[in-house]
């Protein structure tokens, strides 16, 4: 085998190697790009809840609360 063969051999294989791995790094990309947008969705939901809670004690009560008792 003469080296413009061995070499083009060895570029294929480092051509397929990098190919199978974009192709791996792509499938993490997906998986993790799915995972922020589930966690966006628990924040904003997280959010719209607390905002809810502070609204609804608000509205319960108007008068300032009591000191604690002193011991």
Request: aromatic share 2%; proline share 7%; no cysteine.
């Given at each position: ?20 791995t974009?192709?791996i ?11 922020l ?11 719209e ?8 004690s ?14």
């Amino acid at each position: 085998m003469n080296t413009i063969e061995h070499r083009l051999m060895e570029l294929e294989a480092k051509v397929a190697f990098q190919d199978e791995t974009i192709d791996i790094l792509n499938d993490e990309i997906k998986v993790h790009q799915q995972l922020l947008a589930k966690m966006k969705r628990q924040t904003e939901l997280l959010a719209e809840k607390i905002k809810e809670s502070q609204s609804s004690s608000s509205m319960m009560s108007n008068e300032p609360e009591p000191p604690p008792p002193h011991y």
